[in-house]
């Protein structure tokens, strides 16, 4: 982990770390970056691809629409609507 | 120094499912009102779970079939993070790591031949929302109608070098893409957009230059118009050093005709990628990809070499019948309701596209009964109904696809009656109001008796054998 990206990392998610935690994430990362380079040493290009931890698959549903929300019970909430919409600030593009 | 250009297409298809990719709520919003085809899953609303559209997979595997690419039969969704008003749940689940196909190839025809483009890979996703900024001044309006959408994204290699490229790619796509019944690829509808990465290079060289990326594209025009005006500014800050070149997005300007710098380009790990713990993997099993294959459509080259060969069609007729899975399949149904090939085709290529030009419709915006079509084109060979009035009950048709021809002929007294009674009686009357031409005809101009024959038929109202009513005028006049 080098400086800039954690800079950039922080930025990112809107975080402000402490001079103490940069210390803290930059040692914990160099440790991990040991590990894996000890993983990447095996030869892995005989074994199939992990895509999950668990052996389990997501269920899929059929292409039927069904209306289960009116409008007006998702927009109670809201801060603000007009018109149907939700308001937010306005987004100068 | 000569430069070449360098670039990679990624084409957002809407895909043509009923409801959405991870909710049940209706993918198809137009005309609706703001917001009314939403629920608390397309809404972002914390503690939704989304539940995959198994036919937003059939097509996204359907669609890496017909591009040649290599199906994932274990596929994954992935969170793209970035935050943006009309994103609701603040990450687009998409697939990053596991797309559902990958490792494809396209062909495409230039003016200067054949080329392979590489296909990189075909994901799934979803479709962000719409902002609308112009009905209050202070405020954006937000309406998720739009938002999980099913969309794939196909990913090219940076294997195009010209805007001529770029249109026959799209222009492919979208061919095959409509043969398979996946999508509608309609840019004016914005079911097909496309973001275009571009750099130029020194000719030869094996280093890519600096990349900019041009964004939801919608025109086919537009992009050529962008692909050029890129180039050239790019090569002009080479040359003359008129700029620093940096990887961003940009934003094409049609109307000025000029791109303006967005945003400086994001990286993947600015997305912050990372597999999405609400969506289990997708495992298409050996019997799901099967279905699938099964279902693939006769490429467009395939039915064109089978319309020449075996139903002896020439190159011309196979090439405009072959132009679009609607017009063929109108074809194929006429073909076997009549039994000719060769009429079936002509009435095709003379008469039904004709319609579809002069109404503005897209080859595939054909909805006519192909069967009803053969029925009228039987009506039409063997006289029963004359060619005129055939085409008016064609034009009927595009109006009402469950028209009968037969039923409709009869009534509107299109049925050719041969009454030769009536024949002799519109001919003595026609040949009496112009009695120059009967002379004309006598002195030896032949061609005279036309006037005359068309407004015996105009009378009849095309209700009658060409040949009998010749016939009948020639003897009539003769016997004068």
């Given at each position: 982990m080098e400086r800039d990206t954690l800079r950039r990392l922080e930025m990112l998610n809107q975080l402000s770390l402490t001079d103490a935690q940069k210390e803290d994430v930059i040692a914990f990362f160099a440790a991990r970056d040991a590990e894996l380079k000890t993983l990447e040493a095996?030869?892995?290009?005989?074994t199939e691809r992990m895509v999950h931890v668990m052996p389990i698959m997501t269920v899929v549903r059929d292409d039927v629409i069904i209306k289960t929300f009116s409008r007006e019970a998702l927009q109670q909430g809201a801060p603000e609507t007009d018109e149907g919409y939700w308001c937010v600030p306005r987004v100068v593009e | 120094m000569r430069y070449e250009t360098v670039i990679g297409l990624e084409v957002h298809v809407e895909l043509a499912t009923k409801s959405k990719i991870f909710c049940?709520?209706?993918?198809?919003?137009?005309?609706?009102?703001?917001?009314?085809?939403?629920?608390p899953a397309c809404c972002g609303m914390p503690g939704m779970l989304p539940v995959v559209n198994r036919r937003v997979v059939d097509y996204g595997m359907k669609a890496g079939l017909m591009l040649n690419c290599h199906i994932n039969r274990t596929t994954t969704f992935d969170k793209k993070s970035y935050y943006y008003p009309d994103l609701p749940a603040a990450y687009q689940t998409t697939q990053w790591f596991a797309p559902v196909a990958v490792n494809g190839l396209v062909e495409i025809e230039t003016s200067k031949g054949k080329k392979n483009v590489r296909i990189k890979q075909i994901h799934m996703e979803e479709d962000a929302g719409k902002l609308v900024?112009?009905?209050?001044?202070d405020t954006t309006h937000v309406d998720f109608n739009r938002t999980s959408v099913p969309l794939i994204e196909i990913v090219s290699q940076p294997d195009l070098s010209s805007a001529e490229e770029v249109e026959a790619y799209l222009e492919r796509l979208k061919m095959l893409l409509r043969y398979a019944k996946v999508a509608e690829c309609e840019m004016a509808h914005g079911t097909m957009r496309c973001d275009v990465n571009l750099s130029v290079r020194p000719e030869g060289s094996d280093k890519l230059g600096v990349r900019t990326e041009m964004k939801n594209m919608n025109s086919v025009e537009a992009i050529k118009r962008a692909i050029e005006y890129e180039t050239a500014r790019h090569i002009d800050a080479l040359e003359n050093g008129t700029e620093v070149l940096v990887q961003e997005t940009r934003r094409w300007d049609d109307i000025k005709g000029k791109s303006f710098a967005m945003r400086t380009k994001e990286t993947a790990g600015d997305y912050r990628y990372f597999p999405d713990p609400n969506v289990m993997p997708v495992v298409i099993d050996d019997e799901w990809f099967e279905s699938i294959s099964a279902t693939l459509p006769e490429f467009p080259e395939v039915k064109k070499a089978r319309y020449t060969e075996e139903l002896g069609l020439g190159e011309y007729d196979a090439d405009q019948l072959t132009k679009s899975i609607a017009l063929c399949e109108c074809f194929e149904t006429a073909y076997e309701a009549c039994g000719s090939a060769k009429d079936a085709a002509n009435w095709m290529i003379s008469e039904v596209m004709s319609i579809l030009n002069a109404r503005k419709m897209t080859y595939d915006m054909l909805d006519i009964n192909g069967r009803a079509l053969g029925e009228l084109i039987v009506l039409v060979s063997s006289g029963k109904v004359g060619r005129a009035n055939g085409k008016k009950i064609l034009a009927a048709m595009f109006d009402d696809n469950t028209i009968l021809p037969e039923k409709y002929a009869e009534a509107n007294g299109f049925i050719v009656s041969n009454d030769t009674g009536l024949i002799e009686k519109t001919v003595k009357a026609a040949i009496e109001a112009d009695p120059k031409a009967v002379s004309d005809y006598k002195s030896g101009k032949e061609k005279a008796i036309m006037s005359i024959f068309g407004k015996c038929m105009k009378e009849l109202r095309g209700n009658c054998d060409p040949q009998v009513l010749r016939k009948i005028l020639i003897d009539t006049i003769n016997n004068m």
């Open positions: 095996i030869d892995t290009s005989d | 049940s709520c209706s993918a198809h919003s137009f005309g609706a009102e703001p917001n009314d085809h939403v629920c900024h112009d009905i209050r001044e």
